[in-house]
């Protein structure tokens, strides 16, 4: 399925009670985007080949909802109230407003600034162009996600929801927690326990330390509004952040992938596999 802002891949039918979705990996600028940095620099926010290293999940019978414009258009992982108001003409939102406190570092649903603070406009927006990036990007997102986990739910009974990320190797002068941090090999966030079992997120945890990764949990990353809306693990619904450092599978210099990608890649299928088997074990005969 392919709407021009998103592809599924895979099954529309889960044939696993797992969904994965890759809200950052788009990299189609829309032509209304009009900001006053290059393309190239706007691949700063971009979770570079994250859909490709989780595609071959497809051939487990996992669909995988991949966001087809950039992040810094518009970020399927905040709610769509979360207005910068700094960025709007009038400084005035009409709809609901939710803040989640991201506009203080830029990167409210709509980024006001790159990860080096260098501003991404040299003008505010109108509420019309707001309206119709989030009509055409973060309705449809979030509708095709919501689907996804409740097919999988109603033919299983639970689902578990992988939200895929990446992060820079260094934390940029508008990151988590400030600027020349180093971050870890991978972060799992389930907002302290609250978005899914905790022993789904110990399994995960143990799994991929078990393949020699350096792995922290809610550290700097607990996860946002995609593991938050739609989780809820007294229901049989588990939504866990998963971001993978990029320096694992691409130089961030020239923005291509290197050797340790393949190897990345076969340690995330083996880990999509044991959550499967994890199920198929626990399942009543």
């Not at 021009?4 to 099954?11: K, M, S, T, W």
């Not at 600028?29 to 290293?53: K, N, W």
């Not at 990320?165 to 907002?191: C, F, K, P, Q, Y």
Request: charged share 20%; with cysteine; glycine share 8%.
């Amino acid at each position: 399925m392919n709407n021009h802002a998103l592809i599924v891949h895979g099954p529309a039918q889960p044939r696993r009670p797992l969904v994965l979705d890759s809200p950052h990996s788009g990299c189609q600028m829309p032509s209304d985007f009009r900001a006053c940095v290059t393309a190239a620099e706007l691949r700063d926010g971009e979770d570079c080949f994250i859909d490709e290293l989780y595609l071959p999940a497809t051939t487990q019978g996992i669909p995988l909802l991949a966001a087809q414009f950039p992040r810094t258009y518009l970020d399927p992982n905040r709610h769509a109230g979360d207005i910068d108001l700094t960025l709007l003409e009038g400084g005035h939102w009409p709809d609901q407003h939710v803040p989640s406190g991201k506009a203080r570092i830029g990167k409210a649903l709509l980024w006001r600034t790159l990860d080096d603070g260098r501003p991404i406009y040299d003008r505010l927006l109108s509420v019309a162009e707001v309206q119709s990036r989030i009509a055409r990007c973060h309705q449809p997102y979030h509708a095709t996600l919501r689907t996804l986990l409740d097919r999988a739910h109603a033919r299983f009974g639970v689902v578990y929801h992988i939200n895929c990320h990446s992060m820079n190797a260094v934390s940029g002068t508008m990151g988590e927690g400030g600027a020349g941090i180093a971050r870890a090999d991978i972060v799992l966030g389930d907002r302290d326990g609250t978005s899914c079992d905790p022993a789904f997120t110990a399994f995960v945890r143990t799994t991929l330390a078990g393949f020699g990764y350096d792995v922290k949990v809610n550290d700097p990353f607990k996860g946002v509004e995609l593991v938050r809306a739609y989780s809820n693990p007294a229901a049989g619904r588990h939504s866990l952040q998963l971001e993978v450092n990029k320096r694992l599978y691409m130089d961030q210099a020239s923005n291509a992938r290197h050797a340790g990608f393949h190897s990345l890649q076969d340690h995330l299928m083996r880990l999509l596999a044991a959550i499967g088997d994890r199920f198929d074990k626990a399942r009543p005969p």
